[in-house]
């Protein structure tokens, strides 16, 4: 069965700066898809950035960006010139690539931004 | 643009009582599923439909049953309403190819079980 883990709770960081959310996941798949979801207060589900496996180069989507280190089966998140309506739960989730397009999540990490 | 609509918005039960969430969507996914999240916790499997008439479970599938009558209809069902079921049950859709594709899930239903 494959795991998303999200090591940290919490996360703070100061606006306009930069932060990076960690996300590693466990599989024995070869070919499956990666995203980032946000989660704010009203609890809807945001997609925020999405990662295929098969490919090498990372993600970007204005200021989300991610880091996929395949080998190391890790994924983080950084957001750059942070706002503060990025203050939100993150999750981390992972999709197999067959049919189904179920997700499995991790945790979650809770980002505030400090003004 | 409706999108994934779920009714009702929220919900308190007893113990015991039954009751169903109706989940439409309005994009003609052939794919739609039931996600509950617990305090402090990521989303969980229930249960999933890949087709009209076809449901299959998921990672936390107990005391819950789910119809998919209409392909733009997935009902979740609680028989006997538990305290452990208190959560919020997110909807979700998507299209059937095999890329990975975009979920949408809807507002979430909050149900509390006293």
């Known amino acids: 069965a494959q795991t998303v883990t999200q090591s940290q709770p919490e996360m703070s960081v100061q606006e306009a700066e930069t932060v990076t959310l960690s996300c590693t996941y466990d599989t024995s798949e070869s070919d499956y898809y990666l995203f980032w979801y946000k989660q704010p207060p009203s609890r809807q589900m945001i997609l925020v950035i999405r990662q295929e496996a098969y490919k090498q180069q990372n993600a970007t989507e204005n200021r989300f960006s991610v880091n996929f280190q395949k080998a190391a089966k890790s994924f983080s998140l950084k957001i750059s010139d942070s706002q503060l309506g990025d203050a939100a739960m993150y999750f981390c989730a992972y999709s197999r690539g067959d049919a189904g397009n179920m997700l499995t999540f991790g945790g979650g990490t809770r980002l505030m931004v400090k003004p | 643009n409706a999108g994934v609509t779920q009714t009702p918005k929220f919900r308190v039960l007893k113990t015991g009582q039954s009751m169903t969430l109706l989940c439409a969507q309005d994009?003609?996914?052939?794919?739609m599923y039931w996600y509950r999240q617990d305090p402090g916790m990521g989303l969980r499997l229930i249960h999933y439909s890949v087709g009209e008439g076809t449901t299959a479970k998921g990672e936390v599938p107990d005391g819950y049953n789910v119809s998919r009558l209409k392909k733009q209809n997935f009902l979740l069902g609680l028989e006997s309403a538990a305290p452990s079921q208190t959560s919020v049950y997110f909807c979700a859709s998507s299209f059937r190819t095999v890329y990975g594709n975009t979920i949408y899930f809807g507002e979430g239903s909050w149900l509390t079980v006293v």
């Open positions: 994009m003609n996914h052939e794919y």
